[in-house]
């Protein structure tokens, strides 16, 4: 089955700074890719997705990137601010698993004022 | 809009025990997923309904066990609990029936504790 590996699993950043997150899948027919932010006692909350017929999307400070031939996404928050401190989780979907994620470990990110 | 609302928000049971967690999806969405996420394990998909039908499952004994409603209200269960079943349960809602795979909201989860 999919297999989605994570790196790293803590980051540290200096307020301002960029984070970036990377993830690798196995399976080349996935092609919904997610990225959650989840925040200690809360659930998994949606911060960007990008699905395989583009190579980039951003929002405001966060951009994702994907890499189909060589399987791997990224999340990059620029700006980083303390609130973007949290866990985030990114995931794979292929269509014919229909709405099943295959998570990342995940990356605790901490950004220090 | 309301989110994703799950019930109870924290049940402490003993091994051996039965329980069920309730889930109520986002006002016009029919698809309902459940995940189990742990320390060890991470997050880990268990099964999706979509029209009180299971359209999918993941990797899990039979004592997961789920089933949705015609209003897509979803239960799960867990029979014969075990202190390894100790995990936060999240339900995740989403449209359904598109044929791609659909944005997923997720709720804030039931913290199941087995003592």
């Known amino acids: 089955g999919e297999n989605v590996e994570q790196h790293p699993s803590t980051l540290s950043v200096q307020e301002g700074d960029s984070a970036v997150i990377k993830c690798t899948y196995s399976d080349s027919a996935s092609n919904y890719f997610p990225w959650y932010k989840q925040e200690l006692g809360k659930g998994p909350q949606l911060i960007i997705d990008?699905?395989?017929?583009?190579g980039e999307k951003k929002d405001q400070r966060i951009a994702v990137t994907l890499n189909k031939t060589a399987k791997h996404f990224s999340l990059h928050i620029t700006e980083t601010q303390p609130e973007d401190s949290a866990v985030y989780f990114c995931?794979?979907?292929?269509?014919?698993?229909?709405?099943?994620?295959?998570f990342g470990g995940g990356t605790r990110v901490l950004v220090k004022p | 809009k309301a989110g994703v609302t799950q019930t109870p928000r924290y049940l402490i049971k003993t091994r051996g025990q039965q329980v069920t967690l309730s889930c109520s999806p986002i006002s016009g969405h029919r698809s309902v997923s459940w995940y189990q996420q742990t320390p060890g394990q991470g997050l880990q998909f268990l099964f999706e309904y979509f029209s009180e039908t299971q359209r999918n499952k993941g990797n899990f004994p039979g004592r997961f066990s789920g089933r949705q409603f015609s209003n897509s209200r979803s239960e799960m269960n867990v029979s014969t609990l075990e202190l390894g079943d100790s995990a936060l349960y999240l339900c995740a809602s989403s449209f359904g029936g598109s044929g791609v795979t659909d944005t997923q909201y997720f709720g804030p989860g039931t913290r199941l504790t087995v003592l």
């Open positions: 990008i699905r395989s017929n583009v």
């Open positions: 995931a794979a979907s292929i269509k014919a698993a229909g709405n099943k994620l295959t």
